[in-house]
């Protein structure tokens, strides 16, 4: 069964530094989406983008967060400079349209330490 | 706005006990519900899904029925295993784009 990939599964990273996480999603889908899940708390959505742009984001999603489709299957999160509070597990998420709709395939997660 | 509530845990169970966790929303329109699962160490699995009233989402013994009249989805099982340990997630949506997350319940079987 086709599934969703995240690399690195584990990023430690300085705080101030810039952090790329990189997704495969799944091959015919068109949505992807971004999430992150603070240690102990809610899964909270950041970013959704479609036809090579962002369709959505979320308060969180700020300046120095940036999102970008480099080729025809990677899907990447960019932290421009990072912050303590941006430790976090980041999933990548993806869904189709048709019979599938709605339904969005989520990526093991990568887990960011930010020293 | 859209949003889920999720009843806190943890809740610790013996092997083979009910369980339920209470999921009720907040939404606009007609959303899809869901309920994902995550195991130790371990990404978001879908568990199951209900696009609209009525429905029932099944998958590994466990249910949820989406009720428009009480904006519920409780998630079911007749009889847990040491196996189902995990945090189990509530989510609504897309009704635009983004998934809504309840808080999560984690939930501890014991042998």
């Known amino acids: 069964e086709p599934e969703v990939t995240q690399t690195p599964s584990h990023q430690v990273t300085q705080m101030g530094q810039e952090v790329i996480l990189r997704c495969v999603p799944i091959s015919n889908h068109l949505y992807f989406y971004w999430y992150r899940q603070i240690l102990g708390q809610k899964v909270e959505f950041l970013v959704s983008f479609y036809n090579n742009e962002i369709s959505e984001k979320s308060e969180i999603f700020d300046d120095q967060f940036s999102v970008e489709r480099p080729d025809g299957s990677n899907f990447t999160l960019k932290i421009r400079s990072t912050k303590l509070e941006d430790s976090a597990m980041y999933f990548c998420?993806?869904?189709?349209?048709?019979?599938?709709?709605?339904?969005?395939?989520f990526g093991p997660g990568t887990r960011l330490t930010v020293l | 706005g859209n949003s889920v509530t999720q009843m806190e845990g943890p809740v610790t169970l013996s092997e083979e006990a009910f369980l339920t966790i209470n999921c009720t929303y907040t939404a606009t329109g007609y959303p899809s519900l869901f309920w994902y699962v995550q195991y130790p160490g371990e990404g978001l699995q879908l568990l199951l899904k209900a696009t609209k009233a009525d429905d029932k989402g099944s998958n590994k013994g466990f249910e949820a029925t989406y009720r428009k009249e009480t904006t519920s989805f409780h998630l079911e099982k007749g009889s847990v295993q040491v196996s189902d340990s995990a945090v189990y997630f509530c989510?609504?949506?897309?009704?635009?784009?983004?998934?809504?997350f309840g808080a999560g319940t984690r939930l501890t079987v014991k042998p």
């Open positions: 998420a993806s869904r189709s349209v048709g019979l599938a709709f709605g339904t969005q395939y």
């Open positions: 989510a609504l949506g897309p009704n635009n784009n983004d998934m809504r």
